[in-house]
């Protein structure tokens, strides 16, 4: 039986403590540090070896390093592209601060330890009551738990959530489609309507393929993809399993599903995507033509998932599909 996201993440967290106790009983038994000190150093090595990789990720992921020509994204309309501006050195530097901090509560505390904490109940007094139910799904090598610091202002806007685990981790993305599928058509018996997808990173290809397979069958009320890479990965190329071979640049999956949607299939889709993403990169990889877009500036990849300005686009996308339904 494989690991799920929430045990690997387990796994990481104790390789990275037990790496920061060896480095502090080097210190002590070879340079005679004191304990405190010893510690202190040692977390602060694993520390910054996270940073750095950090660093690495949005260089790669914002220069689409290692993308052929013929596999980068193409170029959104002029409209949309001239919402891109480079940042400023402090803007810059929040960026990256707010990722890395984003990146430690995500994969250290909330993946690992919180995967089954419930969501926050919907509020019956507020607008969203009246919208679909809402299909949470996450990205790559993750689970339900990313959703936990959006789900309670989603709750407090009156949406339903669920969640869902899409397992194998290092699976195939068509196998993830079945799933929503089968998650989709069950939150219809039980509520009588299709739901909206809400969906990060990788999350929103396999809703696009559910969507594909669903074919003429009434199952979603639109889909919110939040930081997806539409048009592949410049990491995936360094991503284990066959999901991250489906999502590199320029992939025979990736152009497979592009080419089966209709244009009634892409206005059902709303992307909301930073041109700062440290992991949804070249930065147009979240284009998709005949879709709606937000695009957003300064706030990497995981930082999606709880920075206010990402909030509220999601409110926003998800009160749009909502107002198209009625």
């Not at 690997?8 to 990275?16: E, G, K, L, P, W």
């Not at 977390?43 to 260089?59: D, R, S």
């Not at 048009?231 to 992939?251: E, I, P, T, V, Y």
């Not at 059902?268 to 500036?297: E, Q, V």
Request: aromatic share 6%; with cysteine; charged share 15%.
């Amino acid at each position: 039986m494989s690991l799920g996201a929430a045990g690997i993440r387990r796994v990481a967290v104790t390789v990275q403590a037990a790496a920061a106790l060896g480095i502090a009983a080097a210190l002590v038994r070879t340079a005679a540090w004191p304990w405190p000190g010893a510690l202190a150093a040692g977390a602060g090595l694993i520390l910054g070896g996270i940073a750095a990789g950090i660093a690495i990720a949005f260089a790669l992921s914002g220069r689409g390093l290692w993308v052929g020509r013929a596999d980068h994204p193409p170029a959104p309309p002029a409209e949309l592209a001239a919402t891109r501006r480079p940042l400023r050195l402090a803007q810059a530097l929040r960026c990256y601060g707010a990722e890395c901090l984003a990146v430690l509560r995500m994969f250290d505390w909330l993946q690992p330890f919180r995967a089954r904490a419930p969501f926050v109940p919907a509020d019956p007094a507020r607008p969203g009551r009246d919208a679909p139910p809402v299909l949470l799904v996450h990205g790559y090598a993750c689970g339900q738990a990313i959703w936990l610091d959006m789900q309670p202002a989603l709750a407090a806007a009156g949406y339903r959530c669920q969640g869902i685990d899409l397992e194998p981790v290092f699976g195939d993305i068509d196998d993830y489609a079945r799933a929503l599928l089968a998650a989709m058509r069950r939150i219809r018996a039980d509520t009588g309507r299709a739901p909206l997808l809400l969906c990060h990173s990788m999350g929103g290809l396999a809703a696009r393929a559910a969507l594909r397979l669903a074919g003429d069958e009434d199952l979603c009320a639109g889909i919110v993809t939040l930081g997806s890479p539409h048009h592949g990965s410049a990491l995936a190329r360094f991503g284990g399993g066959h999901n991250a071979r489906q999502m590199r640049c320029g992939s025979p999956w990736l152009r497979a599903l592009s080419a089966a949607e209709t244009p009634r299939l892409r206005a059902r889709m709303i992307s909301i995507f930073s041109w700062h993403d440290s992991i949804a990169g070249p930065p147009c990889t979240a284009w998709l033509d005949g879709a709606g877009h937000i695009a957003l500036s300064g706030i990497g990849h995981v930082s999606l998932l709880r920075h206010p300005a990402a909030v509220r686009a999601v409110l926003d996308a998800l009160a749009e599909l909502s107002a198209r339904g009625r």
